[in-house]
């Protein structure tokens, strides 16, 4: 079957690509635009490691084609760090508020779900600054994690809200 050239806005930088119509924007993003920190889990959307933010709703990439998108804005966790827009080098990028916190409470352990944890959570801690832990649970529900048994994984969010609410900052 014939590609289709499209445009995606991929962490603020378009790229112009030609797609076959039924690559998910997982393969896409990971083959063809080479950011690798999506995961392809479960291939279902039933895992979370390949979410990412679509105009700033949380959705899992391996069940969205990649022509689906064409005009949206998407964040992968490449484009996470404060400084990351357009930067090839991230090794010399600062990491952002949810990232400090996952590393300082050991939230990440093997770390195949971490990128999909960090976007649920930007997603989470952007419509609940201050989530409950009932609240920071169900906003994970959509991602699964066999290491860490969750705790560190919620403890690192309270810890990201309580670092960035504007409610909390300045007490």
């Given at each position: 079957m014939?590609?289709?050239l499209i445009t995606l806005n991929v962490n603020g930088d378009d790229?112009?690509?030609a797609v076959q119509p039924w690559r998910t924007l997982t393969e896409v993003l990971r083959d063809q635009l080479n950011l690798t920190g999506t995961k392809l889990g479960c291939?279902?959307?039933?895992?979370?490691?390949?979410?990412?933010l679509i105009d700033d709703q949380s959705v899992c990439s391996c069940l969205t084609l990649a022509i689906e998108v064409e005009g949206n804005k998407i964040v992968t966790i490449e484009g996470m760090t404060p400084d990351a827009a357009g930067e090839k080098d991230l090794e010399n990028c600062e990491l952002n508020q949810i990232?400090?916190?996952?590393?300082?409470k050991g939230a990440i352990q093997f770390g195949f779900c971490?990128?999909?944890?960090?976007?649920s959570s930007k997603f989470?801690?952007?419509?609940?600054?201050?989530p409950s832990e009932?609240?920071?649970?169900?906003?994970?529900?959509?991602?699964?994690?066999?290491?860490?048994?969750?705790?560190?994984i919620v403890d690192a969010i309270a810890d990201a809200a309580e670092k960035t609410s504007p409610n909390k900052q300045g007490e």
């Amino acid at each position: 079957m014939k590609k289709e050239l499209i445009t995606l806005n991929v962490n603020g930088d378009d790229y112009e690509i030609a797609v076959q119509p039924w690559r998910t924007l997982t393969e896409v993003l990971r083959d063809q635009l080479n950011l690798t920190g999506t995961k392809l889990g479960c291939g279902t959307g039933d895992c979370g490691a390949c979410t990412v933010l679509i105009d700033d709703q949380s959705v899992c990439s391996c069940l969205t084609l990649a022509i689906e998108v064409e005009g949206n804005k998407i964040v992968t966790i490449e484009g996470m760090t404060p400084d990351a827009a357009g930067e090839k080098d991230l090794e010399n990028c600062e990491l952002n508020q949810i990232q400090e916190s996952f590393i300082a409470k050991g939230a990440i352990q093997f770390g195949f779900c971490t990128p999909g944890m960090i976007l649920s959570s930007k997603f989470l801690l952007d419509h609940t600054p201050n989530p409950s832990e009932d609240e920071i649970r169900a906003g994970l529900s959509g991602n699964l994690c066999r290491c860490t048994g969750y705790n560190k994984i919620v403890d690192a969010i309270a810890d990201a809200a309580e670092k960035t609410s504007p409610n909390k900052q300045g007490e």
